[in-house]
């Protein structure tokens, strides 16, 4: 049985409630039978009527059926439903007027008519309509007119405003002619700019004010259209205006007028419609506005000023730091070569350790960067405080110097706390050197660790607090030096913001103390007077027990070779090559790109890779990307991302879980082997645990 060609199943295909109606009427016993059957002449164009915003009628065959849409209902008012009804059977009381104009419809020919006068009973009694429509003939496919297409717009309001309008122009002028009179004085006097105007635009009257400020005369204003005097760039803007003026009583509009000499002027406008006119005065704003100008460049100017003295005192200070332990990487290295070289592979050990202190300690500073600026991820985890402020205490001493006595007060029964233990003891070195930095003389540096229960009550120090009622660890660094004034304490968070000269302190410390302890929950305060400072941090407490930690090495016994296969994805080639090197060691087998579209079309050869290594910040694709690419492709692989920080956008929960894993940049032998290890749920590869050798 062949298809119907026509089916009636969602036809109309037009959105709206006319569409919803045609589908859901029984056509089927109507006269033009189901939709399935209609000729496709008639479904064309009813379609065409129903995704119409404009209002559109049709009638149809000959008993005229009425088809209509949306926008055409309102006319009909409290009649009947129309749909499928006979034309003149729903508005008999113009059949009179109508039926010539439909004939000539049906006779092939297209007819408008405008501002056409007619009675409708909408609400069952005669009202005075005006409408503008049009009367098209619709064909079926032979070229035979099967029935006319009305298109309509009601401009019965128009014609009634327009009406209005006439009437009243003669009376209006002669009243804001009277008025004018008794305001002469003013108007010939003010400073402003005055004018009065049809609402058509054509001004009618022009005060000096408007000589004065745009050198066009009265005589030259009076009976031209304001468009005449306006910017041309602003000509738009005048219409829109306009037209929001017929519907409000009153406006506040700038606009650019040319003077008479081909000036540009800005003149800030209060328009109100009152009498049939309207009444603008205006003010000429050009100088307040140039002088703003100037004066937003002037600040942009020192905006720009102190953002290059601040940048000179960043640089400064940290090419201080890291060029100290640039020094303390390459001279153990060089070192190293020369011992090898001489064949004292004896002291190799020492100068490796020194290397990696110092590359540590460079880490540690891009930490503190980057979680200044919120970008560095913390390693939140519960932390013996005790035993974190007990470890700094070598550190405190060669960093205070002989001339000050460091004191420190760790009692028993310490709270663990919730926090990034290393980030901690930035933190705490970072107040001590400050604080050493107040005692040029020499005095006394005092570390003090207590609990604290943290009621609503609390008294807050000076400073940036925000602290909130809980459970705290307060670590304190006092000294005894001359203090902070108050203007220092309420900047000594900011960023930049340093007492020292430029090249000696970047101004990050206390403002990274401060943003470390924003993202970890606690708080910070400042009190100080005359014989000292203290910093106070608030850590809040931890409900879980502290664990120890002890630093991993590689083992240096072989490892049982695997079969499973690595792709490492690095633009840095240095890295790249160490970690390929690394895994080799490790027994994988290893492919490796050096960019985003390398590696995706590695993954779509035919090897099939177990695992994917690949940095973050990679040239085209990304490492997000890389790592959608091949989860698509290989649903079982497990992926490490590598990051000098944590993007946001690779640390999105949809992405991380238990295959997916991220390291941070830079991270040690150890411990990449050990996310591998735990990723790869391999046994084969081990850390060496000092706490369990022999």
């Known amino acids: ?37 209609w000729p496709d002449a008639l479904r064309m164009v009813l379609d065409l009527i129903l995704s119409s915003h404009f209002p559109k009628s049709l009638a149809w065959g000959e008993q005229e059926f009425m088809f209509y849409n949306d926008a055409y209902r309102p006319f009909l008012g409290d009649k009947p439903e129309a749909l499928g009804r006979p034309l003149f059977e729903v508005w008999p009381e113009v059949r009179d007027e109508l039926r010539p104009i439909a004939e000539r419809a049906l006779a092939g020919e297209s007819t408008y008519h405008r501002d056409k006068l007619l009675l409708l009973k909408r609400y069952g009694y005669p009202e005075p309509m005006v409408f503008s429509f049009s009367y098209s003939p619709v064909r079926d496919e032979r070229g035979v007119v099967r029935g006319w297409l009305a298109t309509m717009m009601e401009t019965t309001q128009v014609q009634h405003a327009q009406q209005q309008l006439r009437d009243m122009a003669a009376a209006l002028e002669q009243q804001v002619a009277l008025r004018t009179a008794d305001r002469d004085r003013l108007w010939n006097l003010s400073d402003a700019l005055m004018i009065v105007a049809r609402f058509d ?6 005060n000096p004010g408007w000589t004065a400020a745009l050198g066009w005369t009265e005589v030259e204003t009076v009976g031209r259209h304001i468009r005449a005097f306006v910017h041309r760039e602003d000509a738009s803007a005048l219409d829109m205006e306009g037209a929001l003026l017929r519907n409000v009583d009153q406006r506040h509009v700038q606009m650019r007028f040319l003077r008479s000499d081909g000036q540009v002027r800005t003149i800030r406008w209060s328009v109100v419609a009152a009498d049939g006119f309207l009444h603008a005065v205006g003010r000429d704003e050009t100088e307040e506005i140039e002088r703003t100008r100037q004066l937003n460049d002037t600040q942009e100017r020192l905006r720009q000023g102190q953002k290059m003295e601040a940048i000179g005192q960043l640089t400064g200070g940290i090419a201080h730091d890291f060029n100290n332990m640039l020094q303390g990487i390459v001279l153990p290295l060089q070192l190293m070569q020369r011992r090898l070289a001489q064949g004292r592979t004896q002291e190799v050990g020492g100068y490796i350790d020194a290397a990696l202190a110092s590359a540590r300690r460079a880490a540690s500073l891009t930490q503190r960067l980057l979680a200044f600026s919120r970008r560095q991820p913390l390693d939140v985890r519960p932390t013996d405080m005790a035993a974190a402020l007990q470890g700094l205490e070598s550190m405190l001493r060669s960093s205070c110097g002989e001339n000050i006595a460091l004191a420190l007060e760790i009692p028993e029964g310490l709270w663990s706390v919730q926090t990034d233990r290393h980030q901690l003891e930035n933190a705490v070195l970072n107040l001590a050197i400050n604080a050493r930095d107040a005692m040029p003389g020499g005095g ?39 203090g902070m004034t108050e203007d220092v304490i309420e900047r000594a968070f900011d960023p930049f913001f340093t007492t020292k000269p430029i090249g000696q302190g970047t101004g990050l410390g206390l403002s990274m103390v401060y943003g470390y302890m924003r993202q970890t929950g606690g708080a910070v305060e400042i009190e100080s007077g005359p014989g000292g400072s203290t910093v106070h941090l608030y850590l809040p407490r931890s409900e879980q027990s502290a664990g120890e930690e002890a630093p991993g090495t590689l083992s240096p016994e072989p490892l049982v070779r695997r079969r499973d296969s690595v792709l490492v994805v690095e633009d840095d080639a240095t890295v790249r090559t160490l970690v390929v090197e690394l895994l080799r060691d490790l027994g994988f087998q290893v492919m490796h790109a050096s960019n985003g579209s390398d590696a995706m079309a590695l993954l779509s050869g035919a090897l099939q890779y177990d695992l994917l290594v690949t940095d973050v ?3 085209g694709p990304n490492g997000r990307q890389v790592a959608d690419f091949a989860r698509e492709r290989l649903p079982a692989i497990r992926v490490l991302l590598m990051t000098g920080y944590a993007e946001r956008a690779a640390m999105s929960d949809d992405l991380m879980g238990a295959a997916m894993e991220l ?8 411990a990449f082997v050990q996310k591998v290890q735990q990723m790869m749920r391999c046994e084969e590869m081990a850390l060496h645990d000092p706490s369990r050798a022999d």
């Open 617 to 619: 910040g990679l040239p």
């Open 1 to 37: 049985m062949a298809e119907d060609p026509h089916p009636s199943q969602g036809f109309p295909h037009a959105p709206g409630l006319m569409s919803a109606r045609v589908r859901d009427f029984d056509w089927a016993s109507h006269p033009l039978g189901p939709i399935a059957q």
């Open 663 to 670: 390291i941070v940049k830079p991270f040690d032998a150890p």
């Open 444 to 482: 006394t540096l005092r570390l003090q660790a207590a609990n604290e229960e943290v009621t609503s009550e609390h008294g807050s120090g000076r400073g940036r607090s925000g602290l909130q009622p809980g459970s705290y660890v307060r670590v304190s660094v006092s000294d005894t030096g001359t």
């Open 201 to 206: 635009g054509t001004i009618v009257a022009a």
